[in-house]
């Protein structure tokens, strides 16, 4: 009798584990193709996307209580629903964290977040499927080069809840077209760089001609700033054409300072005081491209 006891006391210790063992969670691969981006605004990170989302899985599964996270389906349609593949037509608005650190030569990072509504990380797990992912070569968003685009799939945890989700990141490298940004935005400011630098080649005796030169082309840069910041959101940090306008407020200041300095020598009839700060001042002008070479190279390299 006594052994009888012991081997069913064995019997259940070996089985325990297959009872109270936990399910394996549901492993769904997803798979992202991009068909267009359209409306992409620098000023929100907003854009449309549209685009086919596979989910594929083993054996049965059911991912199609999917929700994005950075934004919201507009359309949605089901083209294949199988135990074992659900294939979607999606057509959304999101919104991805715009970095303007180099504008107006910056890179962004659009991205599609998604998770499941309700099973946690320990009901179901994404895995990215790299072959079936990936951006149609048609598309075009103005302004912009597509680079290139990455899939990871991390976990995401929510301290309230004290759950975990597993989540699924499509992200589309973006970068601004140079020549663009560099003819719509700095052509106009150097050619009011050179116009201010010139006139402080005139003579002396032409301060009347200088001083109005100087103030003008002080007041059109600041006014030129202010309707490139219109273009932009407010940053708690200077964009690259920040810390550009700020140099060039320095070296337009400067000559500013330069011609009231030479005005007050002229007053004091000191002719040689003044030829001796002109001719500082136009050895100073040479100096100025290589200022603005060495910031080109040193925020942009």
Known sequence: ??????????????LAPLFYAQAAPEK????????????YDIRTGEFTADFYL????????????????????????????????????????????VNLERYPFDKQKIQIVLEDKLKTSDKLIYITDDNGSGIDDSIVSPGWDIKDWSAVVDEHYYRPYDETYSRYTFTVDMERIRLNALLKT??????????SLASLLLTPEEMG???TIGGSTLVTTVLLHLSMLSEIPPTPYLTFTDKFMFVTYTV???????????????????????????RITEWMILLVPFVYIILFYILLS
Not at 28 to 39: E, N, P
């Open 54 to 97: 596979d989910f594929h899985c083993n054996d049965n599964c059911s991912p199609e209580k999917f929700e994005f996270m950075n934004g919201r389906a507009t359309s949605v349609s089901k083209d294949i629903d199988t135990p074992a593949e659900k294939f979607y037509r999606i057509q959304g608005t999101f919104a991805s964290p």
């Open 28 to 39: 769904v691969s997803i798979g992202l193709y991009l068909l267009d981006i359209s409306k």
């Open 186 to 195: 700095f052509v106009p400011l150097f050619f009011i760089i050179i116009i």
């Open 252 to 278: 337009l200041l400067l000559g500013f300072l330069v011609n009231m300095l030479i005005l007050k020598l002229k007053e004091r009839n000191s002719p040689g005081d003044v030829q001796k700060v002109q």
């Open 209 to 211: 001609f200088r001083i």
């Open 1 to 14: 009798m006594g052994d009888h006891k012991i081997c069913a006391a064995v019997f259940f210790i070996l």
